[in-house]
């Protein structure tokens, strides 16, 4: 358990088991409500994707990414006795260990000590503003600063979003990020990214958008499609 300056828990362990013996993969969970909703923003305005796309393109990251996958399952075995319920997939149920989706679980995972990059903020702030001059746009600006073993540096980015109609959502993101680390010589970079999703049905949704990525070492265009189910609405 990870607890906050009040001694509050941040993030908690359960078992890898439900009562019933059904496996139950994701075993690190933020209890915070300013860390979940922190986070929350940051993931509704795409900040998952740009971690994605860094997994894809930078192996010193990709590493980190498949050392801290490691870590998990061997914290989910210690949570399960010694037996890990769910051998085939790590941090979040995701079987790709490079695959970002979920960054609560990344968060907590970090929290949790499993060295996890993409979860090891030491600060992070945002500010919030819905319904710009009544137009329904809502703007997210945010920042982060981290200094952690694997590297050190800081992170800012501005998105705007609106909701179309109920099931049609439009948003656009660009930032930058300052990276230092032996690990890899792309320490600065720019991104901008646009997406659309579309709920099309009580659980079906489908979203797709483009990324635009300019670094020192690394430049790219990517397109990308999403088809999903969501469990709840």
């Not at 501005?158 to 680390?181: E, H, I, K, P, W």
């Not at 949704?205 to 397109?223: A, C, E, I, P």
Request: charged share 20%.
């Amino acid at each position: 358990m990870s607890r906050c300056e009040r001694g509050l828990p941040r993030a908690i362990a359960v078992a890898p088991l439900l009562d019933d013996a059904t496996p139950f993969p994701t075993t690190f969970w933020l209890t915070c409500p300013r860390l979940v909703e922190g986070v929350h923003r940051l993931e509704s305005a795409g900040e998952h994707r740009v971690w994605a796309a860094m997994a894809s393109a930078d192996t010193a990251f990709a590493s980190r990414l498949l050392e801290a996958d490691r870590a998990y399952r061997v914290a989910r075995a210690a949570e399960g006795g010694g037996t890990d319920p769910c051998p085939s997939v790590g941090v979040a149920g995701q079987a790709d260990p490079l695959s970002v989706k979920c960054l609560h679980a990344r968060v907590a995972a970090s929290l949790a000590g499993t060295g996890d990059p993409i979860g090891s903020w030491n600060q992070m702030y945002g500010f919030a503003m819905n319904d710009i001059l009544h137009s329904g746009i809502r703007a997210d600006a945010h920042y982060s600063h981290f200094d952690s073993s694997f590297g050190k540096g800081d992170y800012q980015s501005v998105s705007l979003s609106r909701d179309l109609r109920d099931s049609l959502r439009l948003s656009v993101q660009a930032g930058q990020q300052n990276f230092v680390s032996q690990l890899t010589n792309q320490t600065r970079a720019r991104f901008a990214n646009g997406s659309l999703d579309w709920n099309f049905a009580a659980h079906y949704f489908l979203s797709g958008g483009v990324t635009v990525y300019r670094g020192q070492t690394q430049n790219y265009d990517q397109v990308f499609f999403t088809l999903g189910y969501r469990f709840s609405k």
